[in-house]
Structure formats: structure tokens, C-alpha cells
């Protein structure tokens, strides 16, 4: 099947194309078959997962947003909001693609001193793409002509040789969605030392120092230097969920405000020891926690105690043992109940690069 | 403004509760802690920009 298709060069490795009809079907060219599992090493690409919330205000630099995307900016005095937008049915970004969700990012004041501004994600393993071209694509567009960059950071982990970074393909945007793609040869990792916890990192940098509003989706980098249609790293929604969970997972009382969450052992009056069963194995042990209104009961129709702090006294990539500490009142030794108190209660896991 | 504080479990492991403004929390092992805290000075010192105005 074919498609028509509008592209101009707007640099030697950087084409805008704004499709205008699509099966979805066809490529550009090369040797990869369009929907295809693990192209796309970007995950939550379409941003259709949101875990954290779908709407960030005044955040600061390494906040993540939608799963797996985080933003890291140096500077003072900026006002930043990253909030989850809704596609209408039928233009979403261009006429043959469907999503239900893209990201936006705005800037409303501007701020000063900034030399790094990012929307980011880390790729497990540095070695993944090294001395590899590779390109990346992604559909966007702003409130006004604004300049996206690209930098790829090869981080070596703890214990590894200190990180490489290459800066790739910029584009100008416009107030239209059209998709934009480029590509760059990655340097190569031959004679580094590879720590744990090592990764390639993509940063979609956004103009420094000014306002703007800026929206994205679809967001893909795979090998090669021609930009394949657009598919998410699992290829499905619950296997994109479950790559997900693989760095974080929340359970939210948004579902069930009462949310049942587990059972643990009173040590003293006021702490309590509890282990935890997550749905996935994560990327590592897990690293933190963060949660809000989490209470302790005897039972279900008793009065509850109030958690002060949970912290993880054996961590575990699958079964966590947390140390839990509420107010006074338990008695030792007996098992506790510990539950959502309310629709905004949370608690995460953490396993992110 | 975070608040950040220490605590220590009876089994002796150490963690960081960090208290947000708006009444949430996060806690990690204070080893981890230490770690992102060095890591975030190292990346903030060397990351570069690829594009520095608005066009």
C-alpha cells in the first residue's frame, strides 16, 4: 500500500513530513517490518500511560510525568506544566494514526540562567544503539516556530567510564502537527568500562530562557537512518503497561479509594514490618517509594493510625519488605491492615535509571 | 521547600523520608540517596544543549 507524502529537507540528516493520507501500512524504506516488537526502544512513546498523574504543575527539574518521561533543566524562576492532552477521534496526530493521548509541555514564565532544558528518557543499557546510527522521529508542534534539539547521553553506570554525550538533530517546529525525523551515528563504547545501571539516554531539549507551548507524540528511535511508522516498544497496550511497571508501579486510590494494599506485623507500638508483592519484576531493586495518605487498621471498621513514613527495609526487584511507622497504638506482634485512606492515596515503587 | 529527614529502622537500615509541600512523601535507602545526589552534580556539570535560543 502507498501513501502521498510532503518532505522537505530542513537539514542534511533532519526531514519534516507531513503525511496527507496514510494507511499506516506502508514504509519508507528499509528492511523493517513496520509493527514489529523492541524497534522502538523509546517506551510510552504514545504516552497512553500515566501512572504518576495526568497533570503536573510548577515542576521542578527530574520530575517524571508520563511514565517512563521525565524533565531535567537547570535555572531559576521558570514555570513549567507537563499535562496529558486528549486527541479528538479521527485527528489524531494525522489522518491514518489513532491515539488517545499526547504530551504537553508548557512554559508560562520564563525563567533565567538555564543552560539545559529536557524532556528525557533513559534506555536500559548504554550498550543499546552504540556505534549504531540511529534515528529519531517524532510528531510535534508548538504555538509558535520554536527549535527542538536532540542530545543522546551514553551513561556507563555506577562504576563505569564517565558519560559520553552527542548532540543530534535539531528541528523547527511548527504550529501544525508534522512529523519530524533524524538521524546520528552513536559513538562507539569500545574500550569503556560498563558499570551497573548503565543506559543511552534521549533528550528532547526545549528552547531555554522563553515561553512556549509544545506538544508531542509519538516519539520513536530505532536503528537504521529512514524513520518506519510509528509503534509502541511492546507493540500492545498491556505489554507497554508491563514495560512500564518495569521501572515504576503506583497503586492508586483512584480505583478504589479503600484499596486494600497488604498486611503487616506490629514490631512496636508504632512501626510495623510488611512485605509486598509487585506485579512485575522491576529493572533492579527497588530504589524508592513515594506515597500519601496511607493509613494502618485492625480491622476494617476500626479506627485507623495515620502513616508517618514507609521506608523499604529489604529491597527486592519483586518482593519488597517495608518498615512502616504510624501513630501510636498497635500492639505487637499482631497483623495490621494497611490501606488506601481516601481517592488521591498512592504508593509507588520505583526502579528508574 | 522539601523537608528531608533521616531515619533508621531496628534492623539499623537507614533511610531518607523526603516530605513534599503538598503533604506527599518519598523515602529511599540513604545509600541511594547519596548516590543520585552525587550523580545529579555530575550530569547538571557536564550535559550539553543542543539548541540554547528560541528560534
Same mark, same amino acid.
Given at each position: 500500500?502507498?501513501?502521498?507524502?510532503?518532505?522537505?529537507?530542513?537539514?542534511?540528516? =533532519?526531514?519534516?513530513?507531513?503525511?496527507?493520507?496514510?494507511?499506516?501500512?506502508?514504509?519508507?524504506?528499509? @528492511?523493517?517490518?513496520?509493527?514489529? !516488537?523492541?524497534?522502538?526502544?523509546?517506551?510510552?512513546?504514545?504516552?497512553?500511560?500515566?501512572?504518576?498523574?495526568?497533570?503536573?504543575?510548577?515542576?521542578?527539574?527530574?520530575?517524571?510525568?508520563?511514565?517512563?518521561?521525565?524533565?531535567?533543566?537547570?535555572?531559576?524562576?521558570?514555570?513549567?506544566?507537563?499535562?496529558?492532552?486528549?486527541?479528538?477521534?479521527?485527528?489524531?496526530?494525522?489522518?491514518?494514526?489513532?491515539?488517545?493521548?499526547?504530551?504537553?509541555? !508548557?512554559?508560562? $514564565?520564563?525563567?533565567?540562567?538555564? %543552560?539545559?532544558?529536557?524532556?528525557?528518557?533513559?534506555?536500559?543499557? $548504554?550498550?543499546?544503539?552504540?556505534?549504531?546510527? =540511529?534515528?529519531?522521529?517524532?510528531?510535534?508542534?508548538?504555538?509558535?516556530?520554536?527549535?527542538?534539539?536532540?542530545?543522546?547521553?551514553?551513561?556507563?553506570?555506577?562504576?563505569?567510564?564517565?558519560?559520553?554525550?552527542? $548532540?543530534?538533530?535539531?528541528?523547527?517546529?511548527?504550529?501544525?502537527?508534522?512529523?519530524?525525523?533524524?538521524?546520528?551515528?552513536?559513538?562507539?563504547?569500545?574500550?569503556?568500562? $560498563?558499570?551497573?545501571?548503565?543506559?543511552?539516554?534521549?533528550?528532547?531539549?526545549?528552547?531555554?530562557?522563553?515561553?512556549?507551548?509544545?506538544?508531542?507524540?509519538?516519539?520513536?528511535?530505532?536503528?537504521?537512518?529512514?524513520?518506519?511508522?510509528?509503534?509502541?516498544?511492546?507493540?500492545?497496550?498491556?505489554?507497554?503497561?508491563?514495560?512500564?511497571?518495569?521501572?515504576?508501579?503506583?497503586? @492508586?486510590? %483512584?480505583?478504589?479509594?479503600?484499596?486494600?494494599?497488604?498486611?503487616?506485623?506490629?514490631?512496636? @507500638?508504632?512501626?510495623?514490618?510488611?512485605?509486598?508483592?509487585?506485579?512485575?519484576?522491576?529493572?533492579? %531493586?527497588?530504589?524508592?517509594?513515594?506515597?500519601?495518605?496511607?493509613?494502618?487498621?485492625?480491622?476494617?471498621?476500626?479506627?485507623?493510625?495515620?502513616?508517618?513514613?514507609?521506608?523499604?527495609?529489604?529491597?527486592?526487584?519483586?518482593?519488597?519488605?517495608?518498615?512502616?511507622?504510624?501513630?501510636?497504638?498497635?500492639?505487637?506482634? %499482631?497483623?495490621?491492615?494497611?490501606?488506601? !485512606?481516601?481517592?488521591?492515596?498512592?504508593?509507588?515503587?520505583?526502579?528508574?535509571? | 521547600?522539601?523537608?528531608?529527614?533521616?531515619?533508621?529502622?531496628?534492623?539499623?537500615?537507614?533511610?531518607?523520608?523526603?516530605?513534599?509541600?503538598?503533604? &506527599?512523601?518519598?523515602?529511599? /535507602?540513604?545509600?541511594?540517596?547519596?548516590?543520585?545526589?552525587?550523580?545529579?552534580? /555530575?550530569?547538571?556539570?557536564?550535559?550539553?544543549?543542543?539548541? &540554547?535560543?528560541?528560534?
Amino acid at each position: 500500500m502507498s501513501r502521498a507524502q510532503l518532505t522537505s529537507m530542513t537539514a542534511d540528516n =533532519v526531514v519534516q513530513e507531513t503525511l496527507v493520507g496514510s494507511t499506516g501500512n506502508s514504509i519508507k524504506g528499509g @528492511s523493517v517490518a513496520p509493527f514489529v !516488537a523492541g524497534k522502538n526502544k523509546i517506551i510510552n512513546g504514545d504516552f497512553n500511560i500515566w501512572q504518576r498523574g495526568t497533570s503536573f504543575s510548577s515542576i521542578s527539574s527530574g520530575t517524571f510525568t508520563a511514565d517512563r518521561w521525565f524533565v531535567n533543566f537547570d535555572g531559576s524562576g521558570a514555570t513549567r506544566s507537563v499535562s496529558q492532552q486528549t486527541f479528538t477521534p479521527g485527528s489524531a496526530p494525522v489522518a491514518g494514526y489513532e491515539s488517545s493521548y499526547f504530551l504537553r509541555l !508548557a512554559t508560562t $514564565v520564563a525563567g533565567s540562567g538555564q %543552560t539545559y532544558s529536557n524532556l528525557a528518557q533513559r534506555i536500559e543499557n $548504554v550498550q543499546t544503539f552504540a556505534n549504531q546510527t =540511529v534515528v529519531v522521529s517524532f510528531w510535534a508542534k508548538a504555538n509558535a516556530a520554536i527549535s527542538l534539539g536532540t542530545v543522546f547521553g551514553q551513561n556507563f553506570g555506577s562504576g563505569g567510564s564517565s558519560s559520553v554525550y552527542t $548532540v543530534g538533530p535539531s528541528f523547527t517546529l511548527s504550529t501544525s502537527w508534522a512529523r519530524y525525523t533524524g538521524y546520528i551515528t552513536l559513538p562507539s563504547i569500545s574500550g569503556k568500562t $560498563v558499570g551497573t545501571g548503565s543506559y543511552l539516554e534521549l533528550d528532547l531539549t526545549w528552547p531555554q530562557n522563553s515561553t512556549f507551548t509544545l506538544d508531542v507524540w509519538g516519539v520513536q528511535l530505532e536503528a537504521g537512518s529512514v524513520a518506519t511508522p510509528f509503534t509502541t516498544a511492546s507493540g500492545t497496550f498491556q505489554g507497554e503497561l508491563a514495560l512500564c511497571q518495569r521501572y515504576y508501579y503506583r497503586q @492508586s486510590g %483512584t480505583e478504589n479509594a479503600s484499596m486494600f494494599l497488604g498486611y503487616g506485623q506490629a514490631y512496636s @507500638s508504632s512501626q510495623l514490618y510488611w512485605t509486598t508483592r509487585l506485579p512485575v519484576q522491576m529493572r533492579t %531493586t527497588v530504589q524508592a517509594l513515594d506515597y500519601y495518605g496511607l493509613q494502618v487498621y485492625l480491622n476494617s471498621s476500626g479506627s485507623g493510625y495515620g502513616i508517618s513514613s514507609i521506608s523499604i527495609n529489604q529491597s527486592s526487584s519483586i518482593s519488597p519488605s517495608l518498615f512502616v511507622t504510624c501513630t501510636s497504638g498497635l500492639s505487637t506482634n %499482631t497483623m495490621y491492615n494497611i490501606f488506601m !485512606a481516601g481517592s488521591s492515596s498512592y504508593l509507588g515503587f520505583s526502579a528508574e535509571l | 521547600m522539601d523537608n528531608i529527614t533521616t531515619i533508621t529502622d531496628p534492623t539499623g537500615v537507614e533511610s531518607v523520608i523526603i516530605t513534599h509541600d503538598d503533604g &506527599s512523601f518519598t523515602s529511599m /535507602l540513604k545509600s541511594t540517596y547519596d548516590a543520585i545526589q552525587a550523580s545529579s552534580t /555530575l550530569a547538571a556539570n557536564s550535559a550539553p544543549q543542543a539548541n &540554547s535560543t528560541e528560534s
